[in-house]
């Protein structure tokens, strides 16, 4: 297959982009496995004004699958496979850390003495370099390139906050 998996994915993002925004979304990561048998194409969805239902996945994946069989980028059989983040959702770029503000989160990440977990309170970013944890013992700084993970902490009982309901 020409090119790499990473270029043809970056290609696919391009070109499947503008059908999750006509649709009210946006693709918030893309893994195209060539290696694996079936060829698994996963494509994780947001919606910035609250969750990503059944519905969305169904509808974007129909509009999706034509405009690929149209471009034919994928040289092998491959497996379209659509999604929403979950409620445990990852936590990769700066706005992320804004937009769930409010929320119980776990992170990970590496300082000089070796890698570290947290879980608290998401309290947003502090500047444009760190964000900041409320937990149980401390209120912590973590630079946001020392971050290798950071997801939402789901509890059952609890409400989710105004950022995971739908139609806000």
């Known amino acids: 297959m020409p090119g790499d998996a990473t270029n043809l994915e970056e290609r696919l993002e391009v070109l499947l982009s503008p059908v999750a925004a006509s649709m009210g979304l946006e693709i918030l990561e893309l893994k195209l496995s060539l290696r694996v048998p079936g060829c698994p194409l996963k494509i994780v969805l947001d919606r910035q004004d609250g969750a990503v239902a059944l519905d969305d996945c169904v509808a ?34 700066p706005r992320d850390f804004e937009r769930f503000k409010g929320s119980e989160v776990a992170v990970v990440f590496e300082t000089d003495q070796g890698s570290r977990r947290i879980e608290g309170v998401l309290l947003g970013l502090c500047g444009e370099d760190h964000l900041a944890v409320e937990t149980p013992n401390a209120r912590e700084r973590v630079r946001l390139d020392a971050v290798t993970r950071a997801n939402l902490k789901f509890s059952f009982g609890k409400k989710a906050g105004a950022a995971g309901k739908r139609g806000r």
Not at 67 to 76: K, N, P, R, T, Y
Request: proline letters at 3%; aromatic letters at 6%.
């Open 60 to 93: 974007f994946s129909r509009e999706a699958s034509v405009v690929l069989d149209a471009v034919d980028l994928i040289e092998s059989a491959y497996r379209l496979e659509v999604s929403s983040p979950g409620v445990e959702r990852k936590l990769t770029r």
